[in-house]
Structure formats: C-alpha cells, structure tokens
T-cell receptor, first 116, second 115 residues
Framework: EAGVAQSPRYKIIEKRQSVAFWCNPISGHATLYWYQQILGQGPKLLIQFQNNGVVDDSQLPKDRFSAERLKGVDSTLKIQPAKLEDSAVYLC??????????????FGPGTRLTVL | AQSVAQPEDQVNVAEGNPLTVKCTYSVSGNPYLFWYVQYPNRGLQFLLKYITGDNLVKGSYGFEAEFNKSQTSFHLKKPSALVSDSALYFCAVRDRETGANNLFFGTGTRLTVIP
C-alpha cells in the first residue's frame, strides 16, 4: 500500500514570497491533516479536512495560510506571504475513518521549509 | 485542554538493555494515546495506540506501552534495545470525550542506543 506522498521535500524561499505544498493521502482515506513541526517541537495541527470539507482550522493563521482539498483527495497548503517564523517541516497525514477518533493517522515524509 | 509531557529530551541506553521513554498526559476526559517514531528526514511512523481494554499495548518493532490511568502515564518500552531504534519518539493524546480527531503531541524524546 502506498503511503502519504508530499512534495516538494525541501523548499527555500525569501520572506514575503509565496510557497505551496502538495499532499496525496493514502487511497481511500477520508480525513486529511496538515501539521506544522517547528524544530525541537512536536507537530501542531493546522487544518483537518474530512473529504473536501474543513473540520478544524482553528490553528491556521488565516491571514497568510490557506489550504484546500478539491475533490476530497489531494490537498495543497499555501503560505502567502511567508515570514521567518514559518520555517518548519510541514507534515501531511491521513486517516481512514470519517470522524472516528480511534483512527490512526499516517504521515508523509514532510516538506522542510526554510524562509530566509 | 489536552497536553502531553515527555520529561526527557534525551535517553541513552546500551544495545541489548531495556529501554523506557516516558510520557504523561492531561485530558479532561478519557484519553486515546499514541506513540510515533521519527527517523531523520522522514515523517512520523505509527508504533502503537491505546484505545480501550488491556492496559498493555503491543506495537511495531517489539515496542510496547502501558497505560496507567492513576498516574496518567503511557510509557513506551522495549525489552532489548537495538542500535536501529535510535530515533525521535513522540507521544500523542486525543481526548475521547471531545470527539475531535486531532492529536496533541509532546515535544519528543531523542533515543540513542549505544553499541
């Protein structure tokens, strides 16, 4: 079974530039998550989709971050404009169920963003 | 509010010795608890989870964890450490009562197994 795919793996940008990350979840997984992992910290949820609808985006800095999951499969996360403090690893995860809190989340390899 | 504490940033253990990585949690209701491992430049890999039932949970690669409700702990253990177990370990909690799916992660514990 193929895992969660993410691209690019690494990205370096200047502050105030924009950047986009792509995620393809495990086939058949209804729920998709984006996490931000700052160096030395655990991952923090940014947004959760169930199919193509947003379940939780309370921690997403909406003035600069946006995300979409068209057709309930792939997802993109965008930052515009980027700030220095956005330097982090952005992890995408997916889980099978539709709202089941016992679900296991499976993570992709992440995108390491460096903002200069 | 949900939170997880991993009191040790670093754990060193000799190869072949038992290892323990500590985790304590705080939730308003009953918890679902998870352990993940992260290798360099890789995403998080699922090890095991506690949902209900037997307090001792067995997972991947010979790891196990014991849920202790009175101590609000979920320590990760392995009887005999391998050098390949060296990685960053994360404990995570989800509050059963809220029904939310998002996980709250600890800050991670770096395990080094010394040959």
């Amino acid at each position: 079974e193929a895992g969660v795919a993410q691209s690019p793996r690494y990205k370096i940008i200047e502050k105030r530039q924009s950047v986009a990350f792509w995620c393809n979840p495990i086939s058949g997984h209804a729920t998709l998550y984006w996490y931000q992992q700052i160096l030395g910290q655990g991952p923090k949820l940014l947004i959760q989709f169930q199919n193509n609808g947003v379940v939780d985006d309370s921690q997403l800095p909406k003035d600069r971050f946006s995300a979409e999951r068209l057709k309930g499969v792939d997802s993109t996360l965008k930052i515009q404009p980027a700030k220095l403090e956005d330097s982090a690893v952005y992890l995408c995860a997916s889980s099978l169920g539709v709202g089941g809190s016992t679900d296991t989340q499976y993570f992709g390899p992440g995108t390491r963003l460096t903002v200069l | 509010a949900q939170s997880v504490a991993q009191p040790e940033d670093q754990v060193n253990v000799a190869e072949g010795n038992p290892l323990t990585v500590k985790c304590t949690y705080s939730v308003s209701g009953n918890p679902y608890l998870f352990w993940y491992v992260q290798y360099p430049n890789r995403g998080l890999q699922f090890l095991l989870k506690y949902i209900t039932g037997d307090n001792l949970v067995k997972g991947s690669y010979g790891f196990e964890a014991e849920f202790n409700k009175s101590q609000t702990s979920f320590h990760l253990k392995k009887p005999s450490a391998l050098v390949s177990d060296s990685a960053l370990y994360f404990c995570a909690v989800r509050d059963r009562e809220t029904g939310a799916n998002n996980l709250f992660f600890g800050t991670g514990t770096r395990l080094t197994v010394i040959p």
